[in-house]
């Protein structure tokens, strides 16, 4: 279920698979490569160690799901499970490629694939929070069926100018 081929032109073909502990330093690099732009992520360092990095991939109650061009990650994707009972029904998806991979479907692919993990797993509703700036991810989520569930006004400071968390979800049932 999770290995699907990606192509994309002018690019190596790319293969979205479950995440696995070897790919911790491929993780690390690609989410830090996506940091280092200041525009889509919260944080501007990569805080988890290669080890711990290791660790959370190795997890088989969340999901991490990487895009694969021979053998570089160039696409993150992941889907975290409330930790408390009364919150495991529900999961939260963070997603980050590389600038050179985007606008080919990588992201629909890789939003698609945890979306079905996600109701095999019996979760019932998934959430992310996105900035108000990233208009290219707004739509592909609601493409996905997302919808808006609030906005937290004002709540990031992006390039000296205040920006907009916005918090949407889709029901898997």
Known sequence: ????????????????????????S??????????????????????MTERAERERLSSRSDLT????????????LTLQRGAYRKNRHTATLGIAIKKEYRGA??????????????????IRKV????????LNAIGLYKNLGFSYEGVRKGQFMINDSLVDDVLMSVWLD
Do not use: H
């Open 1 to 24: 279920m999770l290995r699907k081929k990606i192509l994309k032109p002018d690019t190596p073909q790319v293969l979205v698979r479950r995440g696995e502990p070897s790919d911790a």
């Open 26 to 47: 491929g993780v690390i690099g690609c989410m830090q490569s996506v940091m280092d732009e200041g525009i889509y992520l919260l944080g501007d360092y990569y805080l």
């Open 65 to 76: 799901l990487v895009a694969d061009a021979s053998r570089e990650v160039v696409g993150v």
């Open 105 to 122: 479907g990588l992201g629909k692919k890789m939003i698609t694939e945890a979306l079905s993990w996600a109701r095999a797993e019996g």
């Open 127 to 134: 959430n992310l929070e996105v900035f108000s700036s990233n």
